[in-house]
Structures are given as C-alpha cells and as structure tokens.
C-alpha cells in the first residue's frame, strides 16, 4: 500500500485558506486518494476522495498533479470548528468490488485560531 | 450518510473482566465492518475485518482469543476483550461501508462514535 507523508501539525486563523500536503511518492494505479477528518474522541468522517486533477465538494478540494505523488487538501475560509486531526490515505481497488480496512497514517492537527 | 452507531460509549472495568463493545448499522446492511483501536495522540490502527456469518480477520499482531469478534446480523458486529488488562485501555472504533450507496466513491466507510474502554 502506499505510504503517506503529511505534516504533524499546522496553525491557522479563522477566515483563511487552509492547505494540507500530502506525500504519496509510491502510489500505484489502483489507490484513490482519500481524506478524512476526526474530532477528539469521534470516529473519523469522510471529506473528499480524488484520482487526478481537481475534486469539490461542499466542505473542502482536493487537488492532485498529473504524477499522483502528492495531493493537496484545500479548506476555504476555515473557523475554530475546523480544528482536527486530518488524515491523507492511498486506499486500493479491490478487483471484484468488496472492502478492505483503511490504512491511517499519523496525519495533521489543524489547529484555528481566533 | 450512513450512521453507525457503537455502545457503550466509555467503559470502565476491572483488570481480568471481560466486556463486549457492539457496533450498529442504523439505516444500512453492513455484510462488512472493521475495528480499530487507537492509542491517546496516536492514529487509528485497524484490528480486525468482522464478516457477516463467518469468521473474523485480524491483523497481524493482534490476538484472536482476546478480542472476539462475532458478526451475527447484517447490521450488528460485537468485540469482546477478554480478560481485560491495563494495557488494553484504548479508544475503539467500528466501522462500516454501505454497498448500497451509489456514492462514487471508493470505499467510503463511515465510522462509529467509538468506545473509550478504561481498564483499572
């Protein structure tokens, strides 16, 4: 599975734009791109999930370069909820359709600041 | 989105007792769930693949005879931790994918509140 690579922490303030890099040098064909978000003690939630190019949805973006090594996790116009700890994950297509556990790797606390 | 629920939502026992954590899928049948323990300030780390009507899969390193897991019904998965120890103390979370959401996306799983399991 690809190994992820995303920075412990980061700070920011309310208002701005929040970017969270994430590293995935070893990524194969079959991974998808996938973010998750978990508040102290809750399980984590879903964000946004992408293979290349640019995905929106209604809370974040998700861009990713044509060589799919890095991705990057944009949040618009953050506030004091936004603080979490943000996970990047490489899950792989399972031929045959099914599910297999995800692979959490340390990910980033986002702290905001009033 | 699909909701799991899990029960208790803390626990606190005594060091050898035994106790049984359920994970509910509310509105959507679960053939498939997945249980994590994460550690205070460390990641989720995935413990064990519980199969509707057959065995569990666990990971490596984690002991089957202590954490039991038993999947009788599309929308329920239990894990018991026998003989519960110290060390054991942990946050545990399940999880589930809805195969009947035409979502698009990837193995999308929605996790439960988790259980804060505190052995004394």
């Known amino acids: 599975l690809a190994k992820t690579t995303q920075p412990i922490s980061m700070d920011s303030y309310e208002g701005q734009e929040v970017n969270i890099t994430c590293s995935h040098n070893?990524?194969?064909?079959?991974?998808?791109i996938t973010w998750y978000q978990q508040f102290p003690s809750q399980g984590p939630r879903f964000i946004i999930q992408?293979?290349?190019t640019k995905v929106t949805n209604e809370v974040a973006s998700l861009f990713i370069p044509a060589d799919r090594k890095s991705s990057t996790l944009s949040l618009p116009r953050v506030s004091l909820s936004d603080t979490a700890v943000y996970y990047c994950?490489?899950?792989?297509?399972?031929?045959?359709?099914?599910?297999?556990?995800?692979?959490f790797g340390k990910g980033t606390h986002l702290i905001i600041q009033p | 989105g699909a909701v799991v629920s899990q029960h208790p939502s803390w626990v606190i026992c005594k060091s050898g007792t035994s106790v049984k954590i359920e994970c509910r899928s509310l509105?959507?049948?679960?053939?498939?769930m997945f249980w994590y323990r994460q550690f205070p300030k460390q990641s989720l780390m995935l413990m064990a693949t519980?199969?509707?009507?057959?065995?569990?899969?666990?990971e490596q390193g984690v002991e089957k005879d202590k954490f039991l897991i038993n999947h009788a019904s599309l929308t329920l998965s239990t894990l018991t931790v026998t003989s519960a120890h110290p060390e054991d103390s942990s946050f545990y979370i399940c999880?589930?994918?809805?195969?009947?959401?035409?979502?698009?996306?990837?193995?999308?799983?929605?996790f439960g509140p988790g259980t804060r399991l505190t052995v004394l």
């Open positions: 999880s589930a994918r809805d195969f009947g959401l035409a979502s698009g996306i990837y193995n999308e799983q929605f």
């Open positions: 070893n990524i194969a064909t079959n991974d998808y």
């Open positions: 992408g293979y290349k």
């Open positions: 994950l490489a899950p792989r297509i399972r031929s045959g359709g099914g599910a297999d556990g995800l692979t």
């Open positions: 509105d959507f049948q679960a053939t498939t």
């Open positions: 519980s199969n509707e009507g057959s065995k569990a899969t666990y």
